[in-house]
């Protein structure tokens, strides 16, 4: 002689539990799970032709398909807004670099015009030169962390312009010291 199962009341509160794990499924361990209805059947212990008849009049399928295009679609925002927030941040450091990086070479070239002035070797173009490429490479990354185009930047051009530029403020500086070296001589 075989039991049968006794099938549990599809009470309202139920069926709307069963109508919410079927559709949305539950959160276990950070990961969404969604059931089939025979799955649930055996978990709540309900009639299968009851289940079957109330899922197919509800249309709990379509739903599960709708709760899903919507999940996937929040999901891609969420995502969407994540990047975008990151995104900003790392803007926002990329434009303090460029800022501490131009600092770095302003300070370096004040520390040798006044060195110069004061009767010191300055640095050789080759440094004058490294020192101009930084502050292009920072005007490059301040320019690319604000949305700028940077592919119309002839950086040749920029290069020699700003070694010209370099060049000439030390010759200025050189001559500077030169006038005061002959008048102090008179």
Same mark, same amino acid.
């Given at each position: 002689?075989? @039991? &049968?199962?006794?099938?549990? =009341?599809? *009470?309202?509160?139920?069926?709307?539990?069963?109508? #919410?794990?079927? !559709? $949305?499924?539950?959160?276990?361990?950070?990961?969404?799970?969604?059931?089939?209805?025979?799955?649930?059947? @055996? &978990?709540?212990?309900?009639? =299968?032709? *009851?289940?079957?008849?109330?899922?197919?009049?509800? #249309?709990?399928? !379509? $739903?599960?398909?709708?709760?899903?295009?919507?999940?996937?679609?929040?999901?891609?925002?969420?995502?969407? @807004?994540?990047?975008?927030?990151?995104?900003?941040?790392?803007?926002?450091?990329?434009?303090?670099?460029?800022?501490?990086?131009?600092?770095?070479?302003?300070?370096?070239?004040?520390?040798?015009?006044?060195?110069?002035?004061?009767? @010191?070797?300055?640095?050789?173009?080759?440094?004058?030169?490294?020192?101009?490429?930084?502050?292009?490479?920072?005007?490059?990354?301040?320019?690319?962390?604000?949305?700028?185009?940077?592919?119309?930047?002839?950086?040749?051009?920029?290069?020699?312009?700003?070694?010209?530029?370099?060049?000439?403020?030390?010759?200025?500086?050189?001559?500077?010291?030169?006038?005061?070296?002959?008048?102090?001589?008179?």
């Amino acid at each position: 002689m075989s @039991k &049968k199962t006794q099938s549990k =009341k599809l *009470t309202d509160n139920l069926k709307i539990k069963i109508r #919410n794990e079927f !559709v $949305q499924g539950i959160e276990e361990d950070g990961k969404r799970k969604v059931f089939s209805l025979d799955e649930l059947i @055996k &978990k709540h212990k309900v009639a =299968k032709s *009851t289940l079957y008849r109330l899922s197919q009049k509800e #249309n709990w399928r !379509v $739903q599960r398909e709708q709760f899903n295009n919507e999940y996937l679609a929040k999901l891609d925002d969420d995502r969407k @807004k994540n990047l975008s927030e990151e995104s900003k941040r790392f803007d926002n450091q990329s434009i303090n670099l460029a800022k501490a990086l131009y600092s770095t070479v302003g300070a370096i070239i004040r520390d040798n015009s006044t060195g110069i002035s004061e009767g @010191k070797k300055g640095l050789p173009p080759s440094q004058i030169n490294a020192l101009a490429n930084a502050a292009l490479s920072a005007q490059r990354l301040a320019k690319l962390a604000l949305g700028e185009a940077t592919h119309n930047i002839n950086a040749n051009v920029r290069e020699a312009d700003a070694f010209r530029e370099a060049m000439e403020l030390l010759d200025s500086v050189a001559e500077q010291r030169r006038e005061s070296n002959d008048t102090a001589i008179h």
